[in-house]
Each structure stands twice: as structure tokens, then as C-alpha cells.
């Protein structure tokens, strides 16, 4: 029989970067079941499901005291009463009561904090772990982890335009040996900045943020990296997350000090794709440049992953768009994009059904809270992009995918 919900509750924190987030308790007979934190994004997609935030001068603005209204006062009037084990049905009264498309009513971050809460109330009242209980009999398996360990654009105070340059440890037999490999080329990677006089502060993943003379360095030292952990780039790839968004003005993008179009930036991908071992290319282009997403997918889609993320911003009305318009072929997976468990899930079952990788993400602020890691176990998504292995808001992730894999062994990399 289940276990029906007594109560909700919220209060705001803070995350990674300072910033006041919300965090939602979900009650179950009248004892706490379920917890969840809400991140939030630096380099948002203007189709992102809206925050609520306060606005005025406390907390710059910041400040979420009407999302924890909204979950106080509306979400739980709506939700007691109803099985803590269906998601999909508390998911459809959270958005039915919100009534926008966009999540303004209510606001993303409470919606999603409400949904959270309540997937975990519902593994613990089953008895299960998290990635369990979203995977049911599909079991789970290891994502390959994708680690930002060279930051910039909107996460750094850089001249670096490119947002994040990661390596990914994918020939390997087990979830442990990759993040080892991916931790090694971290330090690597800050042995060979310090060398050259270079090593400075940290990004907001946790990634090293030094001024370069331009974007394709930070692709040499990547390589530098890999190698001077001792691997070769058979083993470990390179994916970038170029936010090319941050950089589009007047239909030209900037970047290395230049305005090119969009054709002269996707030629500059491709020189990229034959000089070094690059496995991922997420937002190349602007999120309404569909053309050039279009026409670099078509040449160069068959040798680099092509990720939508503000292109699609995990709401499964763009990703039909871009299924049909053929503009992609993988999709960044982030729970706050959209403002629901269900609503994520059914996105991401459209993106399977075209073939499309999906790579579960946090944002770059970010908690303590691990909720992306068993997303991506549960799911078998293949792929989890969580950031540098520094800072206990990136390692909570890596660390409880550490002790996913004491229970679930099975380890694939799509690549």
C-alpha cells in the first residue's frame, strides 16, 4: 500500500557561488522522507523554465523567499494526501497548479525542489536507493564521467571564450578507473599551468581558469594533460562546452578577438576535429542559430557528439524541433531547465527514441545535493557532466557515484 504525503516543507540556502537557492523536505507519515536541493545556472538559455527569485536589494535580488512560499503555501496544500510513489501524477498537480508554460507562476526552482523531494520520499519509503527506484527492473548503469577541468566564458574571470574544456575518461573497464584517470589529468593539468606560470584561481566547476592567448592553448593543454597523467587520447577524449550563446551579438559570433559567421566557426570546429582527440561539442552555435547547428551536425556529426544544450534546455518541444530540423545529436539533461522529474524523463525518452546521446548536468552553481548521479545511474543515460573533482558541490557527485558502483558494476561508454 502506499505511503500517502503529510506535509511539505521549504527553506532557502545557499549555493556554490553564495547565491540563495531553495531546498524542499517531503513528509510521509508525518516524519521527514525526502530532501532536495535546486541548483542554478550561470549561462542560462532564454527558453529555460523561469526561477522565481525576489528581487530588491537583500541577497542582490536573489533571494528565493517567494519559491519557498509558493511550496509552503500552495505546492503542499495540493500534494497531501496524495502516494508519495507517483511521480508522474505529483508532477502533473505541481504543473497543472502552476498553468504557464514557462513556470513563472509558481517558479522552476520551487516546482523542481517539490519534485525532487518527492522522488526521494518515495525511494525511502520503498526501501530502495535512488538510482533503483528511478531504473526499476532496467536496473542502472555507470555514466562516463565528462570533468571540466579547464574553465572559462561565463564560469571564469578569463579571457577564455570557450566555457569549459573537459576530459573524458571513456577506455576503461569500470566507473572507478575512469574518475581516477579523469582526477589524474586534473592534477596533471595544474602541474603543467604552474610550469608555465599560468596557475591562478578556479572557475566556478572547480577548473583551473588561466588567461590563454587563445581558445585552441586551451586544447593543447588539455592534450598536456592527458599525457602528462600518463594516458593516451585512445583512452581519454576531450569535449567542450563552447556556450557559444555567451558570444553571439548581432549575428556575429566573437571569439579569439574576432566576429565570424557562423560557417567560419563551424570550419574552425572541424580544424579542431582534426587536430586533437575531441569527442563532444555542446552549444556550438547560438541557441536560434538553427542553420548552423544544422549544416555542422550534417558534415561533422558522423566524428563529435553535438550536444543541445540551450539549444533544447531539456524541454521536449525544442528537442522535436531539433530531432526534426536534424540540428543535433545528443541532448544535455538538466533537471532545472524544464522544473520536473517527470517532464525530464519524458524528454529524455524522446531523445532515445531518435537515437540521441543524453548527458545528465549540473549547473555551475550548485549544492551538496547528489540527485544527478543517481539521474544518471537510473536512467543508464551514459554520460554525467558534473564538473571539476574539486569542491565538495562537484565531488558529492563523483563520491556517490563511488558508492553506486559497490551495488551496480555495469560500466558502457557510448563512445
Known amino acids: 500500500m502506499s505511503k500517502l504525503i503529510t506535509g ?8 556554490s557561488r553564495g547565491n540563495p537557492t531553495i531546498e524542499v523536505d517531503c513528509y510521509v507519515a508525518g516524519q521527514l522522507a525526502g530532501r532536495a536541493a535546486v541548483p542554478s545556472g550561470a549561462s542560462t538559455g532564454q527558453h529555460e523554465a523561469l526561477e522565481m527569485r525576489d528581487g530588491g536589494t537583500t541577497w542582490m535580488g536573489k533571494g528565493v523567499g517567494k519559491a519557498v512560499s509558493n511550496v509552503v503555501e500552495d505546492i503542499q496544500e495540493a500534494l497531501v494526501g496524495m502516494p508519495v510513489d507517483v511521480q508522474s501524477e505529483l508532477d502533473e498537480v505541481i504543473i497543472e497548479l502552476d498553468g504557464t508554460a514557462n513556470k513563472s507562476n509558481l517558479g522552476a526552482n520551487a516546482m523542481l525542489g517539490a519534485s525532487m523531494a518527492c522522488l526521494h520520499a518515495g525511494a525511502n519509503t520503498h526501501e530502495l536507493p535512488l538510482w533503483r527506484y528511478i531504473g526499476g527492473v532496467a536496473g542502472g548503469c ?3 564521467p565528462m570533468l571540466n577541468i579547464l574553465n572559462g566564458g561565463a564560469h571564469a574571470a578569463t579571457n577564455v571564450d570557450v566555457q569549459e574544456f573537459m576530459v573524458i575518461p571513456h577506455g576503461f573497464d569500470t566507473f572507478g578507473e575512469s574518475l581516477r584517470a579523469g582526477v589524474e589529468c586534473y592534477h596533471a593539468l595544474k602541474g603543467e599551468l604552474q610550469r608555465d606560470g599560468l596557475l591562478g584561481g578556479l572557475g566556478d566547476e572547480g577548473g583551473f581558469a588561466p588567461n590563454l592567448p587563445t581558445n585552441e592553448e586551451g586544447l593543447r593543454y588539455m592534450v598536456k594533460a592527458i599525457e602528462g597523467a600518463g594516458y593516451s587520447t585512445e583512452e581519454i577524449g576531450i569535449a567542450l562546452d563552447v ?3 555567451e558570444f553571439y ?7 579569439d578577438g574576432k566576429a565570424i559567421s557562423g560557417e567560419e566557426l563551424a570550419d574552425i570546429y572541424s580544424g579542431w576535429l582534426d587536430d586533437f582527440p575531441i ?10 542559430d538553427w542553420t548552423s547547428w544544422a549544416n555542422f551536425t550534417k558534415n561533422d556529426g558522423h566524428r563529435v557528439q553535438c550536444v ?10 525544442r528537442l522535436v524541433m531539433g530531432i526534426e530540423a536534424k540540428a543535433a545529436n545528443a541532448i544535455l539533461v538538466k533537471l532545472n531547465q524544464v522544473g520536473t522529474v517527470t517532464e525530464t524523463l519524458e524528454t529524455m525518452a524522446i531523445a532515445d527514441a531518435a537515437g540521441f546521446n543524453s548527458i545528465i548536468s549540473h549547473r555551475s552553481g550548485e549544492t551538496e545535493d547528489t540527485t544527478i548521479a543517481d ?7 551514459g554520460q554525467i557532466k558534473t564538473g571539476a573533482p574539486a569542491r565538495s558541490d562537484r565531488t558529492a557527485k563523483y563520491n556517490q557515484l563511488l558508492r553506486i558502483a559497490e551495488d551496480c558494476d555495469e560500466f558502457a561508454s557510448p563512445f
Open 8 to 15: 511539505l516543507d521549504a527553506r532557502q540556502i545557499i549555493d
Open 142 to 144: 555507470l555514466p562516463v
Open 243 to 245: 556556450a557559444s550563446t
Open 249 to 255: 551579438r548581432d549575428g556575429k559570433y566573437h571569439i
Open 279 to 288: 569527442l563532444s561539442i555542446e552549444d556550438g552555435f547560438d541557441e536560434d
Open 308 to 317: 543541445g544544450d540551450d539549444l533544447f534546455v531539456t524541454q521536449a518541444e
Open 375 to 381: 539521474l544518471a545511474v537510473g536512467t543508464r543515460a
